[in-house]
């Protein structure tokens, strides 16, 4: 079960913007869209967006996320010493019935 | 307030057999779809399996599928995965996770550790 692609790293200095990427194809993000969970070491991950741009009450209104074809994107402005994390895109694959995550991104704030 | 408390894990020799169980609370357990992700030390998440709400529904990821069974008491609001023919490669922390159509919530996680 091939999993969704994401770059293992991304490095952006303080207070700039970060964009996390995360291709699928049409029976996973191109059709029920992607979530994005973040996790801190030692941490269990935690929901940031669901559905390309739903955000869980308490989650901070600098993350937005969209999609656009396959490719689901997580945007994060005003980047802050605790957006330094690894971040994670999954979405529900209905041709498989299965759910499929992303290798992850280790955000670094410079 | 969602909580999910994950149990059972521990050192097994490969080839042997463990049941997690992951108690629930704070909704209605009977009306979400539930999980198992994993994470091997240092790598990422890997989903395991998940049950519809009722029970019925269930599915699997390969690398489990003939080993592992995921089930749930709704009565007692409790999911559970019954584990068999563990290998090396299942040694990883395996949390326990809500699902409303993308998964909301997410235990600590207990660790499972396969080895001689």
Redesign the interface.
């Known amino acids: 079960?091939a999993g969704l692609t994401q770059p293992p790293s991304v490095s952006k200095g303080l207070r700039q913007t970060a964009t996390l990427t995360c291709t699928g194809n049409s029976n996973n993000v191109g059709n029920q869209g992607a979530?994005w969970?973040q996790?801190h070491r030692g941490h269990?991950?935690?929901?940031l967006s669901?559905?390309n741009n739903n955000r869980?009450s308490g989650i901070s209104e600098r993350l937005s996320a969209s999609r656009s074809g396959n490719t689901a994107s997580l945007t994060i402005t005003g980047l802050q010493p605790e957006d330094e994390a690894?971040y994670?895109c999954?979405a529900w694959d209905s041709s498989l019935?299965?759910?499929?995550?992303?290798?992850?991104t280790k955000l670094t704030v410079l | 307030e969602v909580q999910l408390l994950e149990s059972g894990g521990g050192l097994v020799q490969p080839g042997g057999s463990l049941r997690l169980s992951c108690a629930a609370s704070g909704f209605t357990f009977n009306n979400y779809a539930m999980g198992w992700v994993r994470q091997a030390p240092g790598r990422g998440l890997e989903w395991v399996s998940s049950i519809s709400g009722s029970g019925r529904d269930t599915f699997y990821a390969d690398s489990v599928k003939g080993r592992f069974t995921i089930s749930r008491d709704n009565f007692k609001n409790t999911l559970y995965l019954q584990m068999n023919s563990l290998r090396a490669e299942d040694t990883a922390e395996y949390y326990c996770t809500k699902d409303s159509g993308s998964y909301d919530y997410w235990g600590q996680g207990t660790l499972v550790t396969v080895s001689t």
């Not at chain 1, 269990?44 to 929901?47: R, S, T």
């Open positions: 079960q979530a969970l996790q269990p991950p935690k929901l669901y559905r869980p690894d994670y999954s019935s299965v759910w499929v995550f992303g290798g992850g």
